[in-house]
T-cell receptor, first 111, second 113 residues
Framework: KAGVTQTPRYLIKTRGQQVTLSCSPI?????VSWYQQTPGQGLQFLFE???????NKGNFPGRFSGRQFSNSRSEMNVSTLELGDSALYLC??????????FGPGTRLTVT | AQSVSQHNHHVILSEAASLELGCNYS??????LFWYVQYPGQHLQLLLK??????LVKGIKGFEAEFIKSKFSFNLRKPSVQWSDTAEYFC???????????FGKGTTLSVSS
């Protein structure tokens, strides 16, 4: 099976802009989770979707949002970018949330 | 709220040395625990997991971990490390709702040949 894919792999944006990141889960997986990885805060949970419904959301501001489509592909959006949003954004897919398989991530740099 | 603590921020070992990385979690109920590894330039990979049953779990690449409920611990071990084990290691627990992984801050392992 193909693994989790994320696009784009690298992104440079300016403060105030918005960005959309995409994630395609492993075939058959209906749960998609998003995490932010930074050197200071480590890996932090953003949100989780299952069958197009957000089941859980981490402690991030409303500028961070996401959605999941009927084919289980997911997108996350960050509006009004801040310098502190620079991070590696990881997507993980799972058939049941318990065992999650991670993609390579999208490296976002905000200047 | 649940939390995970990894006590060692950076561990430096020589090849063939034994490894033990500490991990403690905060939740006292039923837990599902994981160790993930992130090799330089690669994505997070699952090393091993504990859901229930035998508290000594074996994972890939010769790694094992022991779940000790009384100590709220899930330490990772390997009898003899190799240079290729140089990576960052993350301990994680699934949250009570079963929908999110809560990670420790990670331990960077550097193995010299």
């Amino acid at each position: 099976k193909a693994g989790v894919t994320q696009t784009p792999r690298y992104l440079i944006k300016t403060r105030g802009q918005q960005v959309t990141l995409s994630c395609s889960p492993i075939s058959g997986h209906r749960s998609v989770s998003w995490y932010q990885q930074t050197p200071g805060q480590g890996l932090q949970f953003l949100f989780e979707y299952f069958s197009e419904t957000q089941r859980n959301k981490g402690n991030f501001p409303g500028r961070f949002s996401g959605r999941q489509f009927s084919n289980s592909r997911s997108e996350m959006n960050v509006s009004t970018l801040e310098l502190g949003d620079s991070a590696l954004y990881l997507c993980a897919s799972s058939s049941d949330s318990y065992e999650q398989y991670f993609g390579p991530g999208t490296r976002l740099t905000v200047t | 709220a649940q939390s995970v603590s990894q006590h060692n921020h950076h561990v430096i070992l020589s090849e063939a040395a034994s490894l033990e990385l500490g991990c403690n979690y905060s939740y006292g109920g039923t837990v599902n625990l994981f160790w993930y590894v992130q090799y330089p330039g690669q994505h997070l990979q699952l090393l091993l997991k504990y859901f229930s049953g035998d508290p000594l779990v074996k994972g890939i690449k010769g790694f094992e971990a022991e779940f000790i409920k009384s100590k709220f611990s899930f330490n990772l071990r390997k009898p003899s490390v190799q240079w290729s084990d140089t990576a960052e290691y993350f301990c994680a627990v699934i949250n009570q709702a079963g929908t999110a992984l809560i990670f420790g801050k990670g331990t960077t392992l550097s193995v010299s040949s």
